[in-house]
C-alpha cells in the first residue's frame, strides 16, 4: 500500500472505483469503423449507418421476414450424432454442445411458416454462427424437411444461406447432402412451386455448388461474400489480383450470376412481390421500394 492510500480516507476510494463497460454495449462497423450504440442496432435492421449488413441470426432473420414477425416454427428431424466418432483437437460432440450452447439451436437450420405479406411461405434460414453454418446431415434434413412440408401444403419456399461449406466432421456423409437438396429442389420445381435463394454473407463452398444456385429467382444482402472457394484461395492459385469487389454481391449480379441485391429493410416487400406474381396472388400493403 502507498502513502496516498493509507491517506484516503474510508469509503473516499468506492466513490472513485472504475466501473466495468460491457463488453458488447458498442459494436464497430466494419465499413467504416464507426462505433454504434448495440441498443440501437435492432431499431436499424442491424444495419449500420454506412449500409454494413450485419450477419443474424434465425430468429431475428425469421421476426424481420414475416408480417408482424409472427409464425410457426417447424422442427428439425433427428439425425445420428458424431456417426465417424470424429477427433481433431476436440471431440465433434464437444463442439456441437458449445455451437448448441452459443446459439439455441440445435443445428444451423431453422424452418419457419408464415405470411409475407399476406402469403404464406415456408423459410429456411441457415446460421453462419453456428459452426459457420456448415452443411451437414442435420442441415441437409432441415432442407429436405422444408422443402416437403411446402410440396405437401402447397406453399412457396425461401431459403437464407450462410455457410462456409460442408461440414468436414461428417466426412462423405456431409458430402451426401448436396446431391440430396438438389433432389428436394427437384420435386418443388416438379411441384410447380417457387423456390427462391437470399444469398446472405457468407455463401461459399458446397452450399454455393448445391441448392443455393438453384433457386428460381437469386436475391441477395449488400456485400455478401458469394463463392465455392473464397478470394484469398484463387489468389494464391493464379498468382493474381483479383477485381476490387470480386464475389461480393454486387459484382455477381452486374456479371449475372444473380437477379437482384436487396438491402434488409426492402427484404420482406421485395420477396412479397414476387411471390405474389409467381403463386398468382395479391400481395398486402404494395409499396414502393426504396433504393438501395
Not at 412451386?193 to 437469386?218: E, F, K, Q, R
Not at 441477395?220 to 492459385?237: K, N, Q, S, W, Y
Not at 437482384?260 to 395479391?282: E, F, N, P, T, Y
Request: aromatic share 6%.
Amino acid at each position: 500500500m502507498n502513502w496516498l492510500q493509507r491517506l484516503t480516507p474510508p469509503g473516499v476510494k468506492s466513490i472513485f472505483t472504475k466501473k466495468d463497460t460491457p463488453d458488447n454495449l458498442w459494436v464497430k462497423c466494419p465499413k467504416s469503423d464507426e462505433m454504434i450504440f448495440a441498443a440501437d442496432l435492432p431499431g436499424l435492421l442491424h444495419v449500420t449507418p454506412a449500409g454494413h449488413h450485419m450477419r443474424i441470426g434465425p430468429k431475428l432473420r425469421l421476426q424481420y421476414t414475416f408480417d408482424d414477425g409472427l409464425y410457426e416454427k417447424i422442427d428439425i428431424p433427428a439425425v445420428a450424432k458424431d456417426p465417424l466418432k470424429f477427433k481433431d483437437d476436440q471431440k465433434y460432440t464437444d463442439r456441437l454442445k458449445k455451437a448448441r450452447a452459443k446459439t439455441g439451436d440445435d443445428d444451423a437450420m431453422s424452418i419457419g411458416v408464415g405470411n409475407i405479406r399476406g402469403i404464406k411461405t415456408v423459410v429456411l434460414v441457415q446460421n453462419f454462427a453456428f459452426m459457420g453454418g456448415s452443411l451437414g446431415m442435420a442441415a441437409g434434413e432441415g432442407f429436405i424437411k422444408a422443402a416437403e412440408y411446402a410440396v405437401a401444403n402447397t406453399l412457396p419456399m425461401v431459403a437464407f444461406t450462410a455457410a462456409g461449406g460442408a461440414r468436414m466432421q461428417e466426412g462423405a456423409l456431409s458430402l451426401m447432402q448436396m446431391p440430396r437438396t438438389t433432389i428436394a429442389v427437384q420435386e418443388m420445381r416438379e411441384a410447380n412451386l417457387p423456390y427462391i435463394v437470399v444469398l446472405c454473407d457468407p455463401t461459399t463452398g458446397g452450399v454455393t455448388a448445391s441448392y443455393a444456385m438453384l433457386g428460381d429467382i437469386h436475391l441477395a444482402e449488400p456485400g455478401a461474400l458469394i463463392c465455392f472457394a473464397g478470394p484469398r484461395v484463387i489468389e494464391e492459385t493464379i498468382r493474381e489480383k483479383l477485381p476490387e469487389g470480386f464475389q461480393r454481391a454486387e459484382y455477381l449480379e452486374e456479371h449475372g450470376m444473380i437477379d437482384r441485391v436487396v438491402a434488409r429493410r426492402d427484404m420482406r416487400k421485395v420477396l412479397g412481390d414476387i411471390l405474389a406474381v409467381l403463386m398468382k396472388q395479391s400481395a398486402d400493403h404494395a409499396v414502393e421500394l426504396d433504393p438501395v
